[in-house]
């Protein structure tokens, strides 16, 4: 009877937990959709399915927070579990999945892939991706095969006396950054960070918005972070280090209300900067990644991420925040146009540098007699050795002056200390980031030197790998070049010319 009991306890049991089990895996999704999208990588029609979740997890504005899938890529995948292991557990975290199914299409490659995230980005910031008007504008991401999101990971602890932004915020948020990670990887990959050029800030509506589409990728069509996959590489976005709105913060007891107007000060922004590095490298080592990092930045993005390049330790920038112990160095740093040294601010006149000749002064004194706080506060001063960070510096020439001008000093110090730099110039106009091929391609290539990314081009994609006995003739050429080469198996070869600056001068 009472071996009776026991098992009749242990067969409800089980009965109960198969009944919970069926009901957790219905419940999952609710409905799914499907259709065509036009891949400008692929140049025709692939096929979406969307698939919303049975318990959406939505943003402030109630809109849904999405993931976008590329799958069946022209790309080894680094992550080992299957596409439907991984897309059920994205809807398992409440996130609305658009599959989009490249079916193995030759092109679903970098750099044209780019070109999809962009057409991606731009069209859930206008809120119309496949049909789609309640995708989250600051919350929604693509995401390459076998890759996972771990969101909203605390990297530091805000101070509300550094901008004094609102006099109701007296106990500091948690700043947080995003990490895009391989899932059960078969071999671990390097990460690239951004700090966001989008600021978050105090109150339930403005909290992390480091993704703001508008404010940032969809706003630039900048591509970069989220195609590094491609690359064999992660990426993370962090909140911009000035927790407060870019137009405004104050110094403690300040009359001036907007003395931080359009930029951060030290040592709060450096000391973010190097907590974020050290809690995207101690959490990496669980999340597939190598412990190798980049950093990439555009604008005040690019301000921010340079303070992470120099080798000069400053005591006021270290030991706060999380992880202390742990190695805040970068390997390679891309930077577009920033401002990198605020003594050098005076050596353009132009509307745009205005509110920095004004604000600074009114929050560190004038230049001349506060020479050494002002030269603190920029990464040019960082940089003491060789041992800095490689740069590949990016700008166009109709850019502020005041930009460039940032670039061609800073480039200029890296240079004489042995530091490996490069530029690439005139890919766009005006304030922009690099969008098309030769451009990408030639930022990729840098990071790859220094963050040896494992290899994710098949034989079929990767033909390049297997040439033999390559010549150009005559080299140097001016006007006309003979191009001659060998490769072990017949196939379609697509060659492209590219100058220095990453322009492309032909095609075939």
Same mark, same amino acid.
């Given at each position: 009877?009472?071996?009776?009991?026991?098992?009749?306890?242990?067969?409800?049991?089980?009965?109960?937990?198969?009944?919970?089990?069926?009901?957790?895996?219905? &419940?999952?999704?609710?409905?799914?959709?499907?259709?065509?999208?036009?891949?400008?990588?692929?140049?025709?029609?692939?096929? @979406?399915?969307?698939?919303?979740?049975?318990?959406?997890?939505?943003?402030?504005?109630?809109?849904?927070?999405?993931?976008?899938? !590329?799958?069946?890529?022209? %790309?080894?995948?680094?992550?080992?579990?299957?596409?439907?292991?991984?897309?059920?557990?994205?809807?398992?975290?409440?996130?609305?999945? %658009?599959?989009?199914?490249?079916?193995?299409?030759?092109?679903?490659?970098?750099?044209?892939?780019? =070109?999809? %995230?962009?057409?991606?980005?731009?069209?859930? #910031?206008?809120?119309?991706?496949?049909? !789609?008007?309640?995708?989250?504008?600051?919350?929604?991401?693509?995401?390459?095969?076998?890759?996972?999101?771990?969101?909203?990971? &605390?990297?530091?602890?805000?101070?509300?006396?550094?901008?004094?932004?609102?006099?109701?915020?007296?106990?500091?948020?948690?700043?947080?950054?995003?990490?895009?990670?391989?899932?059960?990887?078969?071999?671990?990959?390097?990460?690239?960070?951004?700090?966001?050029?989008?600021?978050?800030?105090?109150?339930?509506?403005?909290?992390?918005?480091?993704?703001?589409?508008?404010?940032? +990728?969809?706003?630039?069509?900048?591509?970069? !972070?989220?195609?590094?996959?491609?690359?064999?590489?992660?990426?993370?976005? =962090?909140?911009?280090?000035?927790?407060?709105?870019?137009?405004? $913060?104050?110094?403690?007891?300040?009359?001036?209300?907007?003395?931080?107007?359009?930029?951060?000060?030290?040592?709060?922004? #450096?000391?973010?900067?190097?907590?974020?590095?050290?809690?995207?490298?101690?959490? $990496?080592?669980?999340?597939?990644?190598?412990?190798?990092?980049?950093?990439? $930045?555009?604008?005040?993005?690019?301000?921010?991420?340079?303070?992470?390049?120099?080798?000069? *330790?400053?005591?006021?920038?270290?030991?706060?925040?999380?992880?202390?112990?742990?190695?805040?160095?970068?390997? /390679? #740093?891309?930077?577009?146009?920033?401002?990198?040294?605020?003594?050098?601010?005076?050596?353009?006149?132009?509307?745009?540098?205005?509110?920095?000749?004004?604000?600074?002064?009114?929050?560190?004194? *004038?230049?001349?007699?506060?020479?050494?706080?002002?030269?603190?506060?920029?990464?040019? @001063?960082?940089?003491? *050795?060789?041992?800095?960070?490689?740069?590949?510096?990016?700008?166009?020439?109709?850019?502020?002056?005041?930009?460039?001008?940032?670039?061609?000093?800073?480039?200029?110090?890296?240079?004489?200390?042995?530091?490996?730099? =490069? =530029?690439?110039?005139?890919?766009?106009?005006?304030?922009? /980031?690099?969008?098309?091929? $030769?451009?990408?391609?030639?930022?990729?290539?840098?990071?790859?030197?220094? !963050?040896?990314?494992?290899?994710?081009?098949?034989? +079929?994609?990767?033909?390049?790998?297997?040439?033999?006995?390559?010549?150009?003739?005559?080299?140097?050429?001016?006007?006309?070049?003979?191009?001659?080469?060998?490769?072990? *198996?017949?196939?379609?070869?697509?060659?492209? +010319?590219?100058?220095?600056?990453?322009?492309?001068?032909?095609?075939?």
């Amino acid at each position: 009877m009472k071996i009776s009991t026991v098992s009749g306890f242990y067969f409800n049991a089980l009965r109960t937990i198969i009944v919970c089990f069926l009901l957790m895996s219905l &419940s999952v999704t609710t409905n799914a959709a499907t259709g065509n999208w036009a891949s400008a990588a692929t140049g025709g029609n692939i096929v @979406y399915t969307t698939t919303d979740p049975s318990t959406p997890v939505k943003d402030y504005a109630g809109k849904y927070l999405t993931v976008v899938y !590329l799958e069946n890529l022209g %790309i080894k995948k680094i992550g080992q579990n299957t596409n439907a292991t991984d897309v059920s557990w994205l809807l398992s975290k409440g996130y609305r999945v %658009i599959e989009l199914n490249y079916a193995n299409h030759t092109n679903a490659v970098s750099p044209a892939l780019n =070109a999809d %995230i962009i057409a991606i980005n731009d069209a859930i #910031a206008a809120g119309s991706f496949c049909g !789609l008007t309640t995708c989250s504008v600051y919350k929604s991401y693509v995401l390459f095969e076998g890759y996972r999101i771990a969101r909203d990971v &605390s990297y530091f602890k805000d101070e509300p006396t550094i901008y004094n932004y609102s006099t109701t915020y007296t106990v500091g948020d948690s700043l947080h950054m995003d990490i895009v990670y391989p899932a059960n990887a078969s071999v671990s990959v390097p990460v690239v960070l951004s700090f966001s050029y989008s600021n978050s800030y105090p109150g339930d509506a403005n909290k992390d918005q480091r993704f703001n589409m508008g404010n940032t +990728l969809a706003g630039f069509n900048d591509s970069f !972070l989220e195609g590094s996959p491609a690359n064999g590489i992660a990426w993370a976005i =962090a909140d911009h280090p000035k927790y407060c709105p870019w137009g405004n $913060g104050k110094p403690l007891n300040a009359t001036n209300n907007k003395a931080y107007a359009s930029y951060e000060t030290n040592p709060d922004a #450096a000391q973010k900067v190097k907590s974020a590095i050290r809690t995207l490298r101690a959490l $990496g080592s669980g999340l597939g990644l190598s412990g190798k990092i980049g950093i990439y $930045g555009f604008s005040r993005g690019s301000t921010a991420g340079s303070m992470a390049v120099g080798d000069r *330790t400053v005591a006021a920038f270290e030991n706060t925040g999380l992880y202390i112990g742990t190695s805040d160095d970068v390997q /390679v #740093a891309a930077l577009g146009s920033g401002v990198f040294d605020y003594t050098q601010i005076y050596n353009t006149a132009e509307s745009d540098i205005g509110a920095l000749t004004t604000n600074c002064p009114s929050a560190w004194g *004038t230049l001349a007699a506060n020479y050494d706080l002002w030269q603190s506060q920029g990464s040019y @001063y960082l940089a003491q *050795t060789s041992t800095s960070a490689p740069v590949i510096f990016f700008y166009n020439t109709d850019d502020a002056l005041y930009y460039q001008d940032q670039i061609k000093h800073f480039k200029a110090k890296l240079d004489s200390l042995g530091v490996p730099t =490069a =530029a690439i110039t005139n890919y766009g106009t005006g304030h922009a /980031v690099p969008q098309t091929s $030769g451009p990408l391609t030639s930022v990729y290539s840098f990071f790859k030197q220094y !963050l040896t990314p494992p290899s994710v081009a098949t034989a +079929l994609n990767d033909v390049s790998l297997s040439f033999t006995e390559l010549q150009l003739f005559p080299n140097p050429a001016t006007d006309k070049v003979k191009l001659t080469f060998s490769i072990p *198996t017949a196939g379609k070869v697509n060659i492209a +010319l590219y100058n220095l600056s990453g322009i492309e001068l032909s095609k075939t």
